[in-house]
C-alpha cells in the first residue's frame, strides 16, 4: 500500500475520538503493547460479531469510511473483514504500524479458501503481534507472532506454528493458530490491502454454501467469561437467546418478534427497526 492510499483511509482526531468513546477506552499516551491490549480487550466487549447486515439486505462495503460508519456511527458490528478492517483504521491512527493479513478458517482437519477470514499484524515495542476482534471466541489479547510455544490468554491456550503442505514438503511459510489444540485458522503472513478481501467478503455474504448466509448471529463475550448470542434460522421459527457460562454450559430462550428485538437492544446496543430476515 502506497503512502497517499493509507493516509486516506486514517480516521480524523473527531473520528478517532468518536471511536473510541463506542469502546469505551482512553486514548493511549503511546503506542505500545500494553495498550494494545487494553484496546483489544476493550473492542471485543463493546462491539459484537454479527452478521445481521446480510439479512437486513444491507451492503457490506469494505472502505474504511463505511467501516467507520458502521460501527461507530450506527453503533453496529460486523464480521471479521468489516471489524479488524475498522479496527486497522483506529491504530494506525494511533499511530501503530498495522498490516492485514489473509486465512484460511479450519473446518474440521482441512482449512477453508483463501481470504476466509482477516486478522492483523501490529508492531509495538519492537515485536509483531497477530490482533483479532473479529473471530467470536478467540484471543482477548494480542499474540507474539514470533513465538511458537504456548501462549495464555483468558480464552485458552494459543499456539502458533509453521503449517506444512503435503507430507515430505516442508513448511509452506503460513502458519497454523491453534486454541486449546484445535487449530482456528492457517494465517497467511504476506499483507495485503482492504480491497483483496472483497471477492471472498461479496462470496460470503451472497452464496447458499456460506455459513453467514445460513443463519443470523449477534455475538458479543460476557464480563464474567461467558457470551451471549442471537441467532434464528427458518427452522427455529424464531430468535434463540443463547447465554454461554464461562464453564461451557448453555442455557436458550426462543423469543417472539417484540422480545427479541428488545434483546438486540438490551444485551449489544443494537436498535432496529425489524428483525433481520432468517434464511
Known amino acids: 500500500m502506497d503512502e497517499s492510499t493509507q493516509s486516506a483511509e486514517i480516521p480524523t482526531d473527531e473520528q478517532v475520538a468518536a471511536y473510541l468513546a463506542r469502546i469505551g477506552a482512553e486514548r493511549p ?26 439479512h437486513l439486505g444491507e451492503p457490506v462495503v469494505l472502505e ?24 486497522a483504521a483506529l491504530l494506525r491512527a494511533l499511530g501503530y504500524r498495522v498490516e492485514l493479513l489473509a486465512a484460511r478458517v479450519f473446518d474440521g482437519a482441512e482449512p ?3 481470504f476466509d477470514h482477516l486478522a492483523l499484524r501490529v508492531e509495538a515495542d519492537g515485536v509483531a503481534w497477530l490482533v483479532d476482534v473479529g473471530f467470536g471466541r478467540f484471543a482477548r489479547r494480542p499474540l507474539r507472532l514470533d513465538e511458537r510455544g504456548r501462549q495464555q490468554d483468558p480464552a485458552g491456550v494459543l499456539t502458533i506454528t509453521p503449517s506444512t503442505g503435503a507430507p515430505g514438503a516442508g513448511t509452506t511459510g503460513d502458519l497454523d493458530v491453534l486454541l486449546d ?39 458479543r463475550p460476557t464480563p464474567d467469561g461467558g457470551r451471549t448470542t442471537l441467532t434464528s434460522t427458518r427452522a427455529t421459527g424464531g430468535t434463540r437467546l443463547l447465554r454461554t457460562a464461562a464453564d461451557g454450559t448453555r442455557t436458550e430462550e426462543l423469543l417472539d418478534a417484540d422480545a427479541a428485538l428488545g434483546a438486540y437492544r438490551t444485551h449489544f446496543g443494537i436498535a ?7 434464511p
Open 272 to 278: 432496529l427497526d425489524r428483525l433481520p430476515t432468517a
Open 112 to 114: 477453508g479458501p483463501p
Open 29 to 54: 499516551a503511546r503506542a505500545g503493547a500494553a495498550e494494545l491490549a487494553r484496546l483489544q480487550e476493550a473492542h471485543l466487549d463493546a462491539v459484537p460479531f454479527e452478521n445481521l447486515s446480510i
Open 64 to 87: 474504511p469510511e463505511a467501516l467507520l460508519e458502521k460501527v461507530v456511527g450506527r453503533r453496529r458490528g460486523g464480521f471479521c473483514y468489516e471489524l479488524n478492517g475498522a479496527f
Open 181 to 219: 489444540g484445535t487449530p482456528q485458522y492457517r494465517l497467511d503472513p504476506r499483507p495485503y490491502r482492504l480491497a483483496d478481501f472483497a471477492p471472498t467478503c461479496w462470496w460470503q455474504t451472497t452464496s447458499p454454501d456460506s455459513h453467514f448466509t445460513r443463519a443470523t448471529t449477534c455475538s
